[in-house]
């Protein structure tokens, strides 16, 4: 009962452009140490839709391979009746805490503590910070392409920071907080720092067997501003001015960041480590834009929508709930009938499943106040109902890389496993198997 185990979903971050700034003389010590000690390459799934985040941790948490679990869209595992190894290491008597678990749903009976990704509809564990601080990633992340927190999320986050972080990292932390609001990859890397603190808080005080920590914002920075990384070396790909300037390297800002939370960790006495990416990412080979709309629900309002719900997901995608299949199958051919200049779908990939569909803004290209969208016979400026996300730098490979401490090592997949055999490690180390 005295094992401890954190594992770090450090998401869809590539190994091979860390051991690329390695060998350019970049000093990154806690990378360092974990290629050093020995970093195994995982495989995800070969289909390429499948190749997302959401569906690779389900495999991680349950061993299960995508044919297995099923689970297809961010936030549904909230449908799925399969075990994650959170309840079964609980269920064997250990104690369990989670910050940020992709695409995982509360199941435990004591948590030590649980606060959920802000795309899944599952409940934190009890206590106020833990309520408190969900609600708040809730608004932060599903609005970060507004750029707007409201009130009632700054005091939520100002009550964290002052409650679960140490006192020493307030200065160092409230002035990385002032230059994010200059660079917008910062505010996602703000998040992943306040997350680091909080989870190492819970962890000293709650003293669980088994801890994850899930971070994100290595993936958003890849997928958002690889191209001004020196890894990718093209003179095609490149960000344009607006987005970005030329010298500005968001990747190794994450990386130096990421490193120190990796000295800290592998500081911990008594705590076998692992750190996992689930899949990771190449450079994209074009230029594509990603739009999302500003206000959901009034945007299908506004197209004389009937529905139920809505609910925000991650970045482009949302979901749409009906009283009724009929409704939802009218509300399909509705949004799959919008076109961008009476040529493009506006919502090329419309899933649906029965009183729900999962609707995604696909639109590919650079919309300006000349960028027209027609419906039921009516013409609007699209410009007016969307707010830009980002230019699509980096995409999904099914490599991924997993690092495992001296004490678990033992345990480890071997070489070139599927990412779900992470799920068999854990379950040994505990003295279990699946």
């Known amino acids: 009962m005295h094992k401890k185990l954190i594992l770090i979903e450090l998401n869809e971050i590539n190994f091979d452009a860390v051991n690329f700034y390695i060998e350019k003389g970049e000093s ?45 869209r961010l936030g549904d595992f909230v449908n799925s009746s399969h075990d994650q190894f959170f309840e079964q290491v609980e269920k064997a008597g250990y104690i369990v805490g989670a910050v940020s678990p992709m695409n995982a749903t509360n199941k435990l009976n004591n948590p030590a503590y649980f606060i959920p990704d802000p795309w899944t509809q599952t ?14 990633i809730v608004q932060a992340v599903n609005d970060n392409s507004k750029s707007k927190l409201t009130f009632k999320t700054i005091f939520y986050l100002f009550i964290a920071f002052i409650a679960l972080v140490k006192p020493s990292r307030y200065i160092p932390m409230a002035i990385y907080a002032l230059k994010a609001l200059a660079k917008p990859w910062r505010k996602a890397l703000f998040l992943d720092k306040l997350l680091y603190e909080i989870h190492k808080t819970l962890f000293k005080r709650k003293s669980p067997n088994f801890s994850t920590l899930f971070l994100n914002a290595g993936a958003h920075i890849q997928h958002h501003y690889f191209f001004n990384s020196p890894y990718v070396n093209s003179q095609k790909l490149k960000n344009p001015s607006w987005y970005i300037e030329k010298d500005e390297d968001p990747f190794l800002e994450m990386l130096k960041i990421y490193d120190e939370m990796l000295l800290d960790l592998l500081a911990l006495p008594n705590v076998e480590t692992i750190v996992a990416t689930g899949l990771s990412q190449k450079p994209f080979e074009e230029l594509k834009f990603y739009y999302r709309l500003k206000d959901h629900a009034s945007f299908l309002d506004m ?17 749409v709930s009906f009283d009724t299949e009929e409704q939802a199958l009218k509300a399909e051919k509705q949004l799959s009938d919008i076109l961008v200049d009476n040529e493009i779908k506006l919502f090329e990939e419309i899933d649906n499943r029965g009183k729900d569909i999962f609707v995604v803004l696909t639109y590919p290209s650079e919309i300006t106040k000349k960028t027209i969208i027609s419906y039921s016979g009516n013409e609007l400026n699209l410009s007016d109902f969307v707010t830009f996300v980002a230019i699509k730098n980096g995409e999904h490979q099914g490599k991924g890389f997993a690092y495992f401490s001296e004490g678990i090592s033992e345990h480890a997949p071997s070489q070139g496993s599927h990412v779900s055999k992470i799920h068999n490690t854990v379950l040994k180390f505990f003295g279990l198997h699946n």
């Open 28 to 72: 990154l010590p806690g990378f360092n140490k974990l290629i050093d000690q020995g970093i195994i390459a995982t495989k995800a799934e070969y289909e390429y839709e499948n190749l997302e985040p959401w569906v690779q941790w389900p495999s991680v948490h349950t061993g299960k391979t995508f044919k297995e679990h099923r689970v297809f």
């Open 303 to 319: 197209i004389g929508l009937r529905y139920s719900k809505v609910i925000p997901r991650m970045t482009r995608d949302f979901l």
């Open 123 to 136: 409940p934190s564990d009890n206590s106020f910070f833990s309520k408190s601080i969900t609600e708040a």
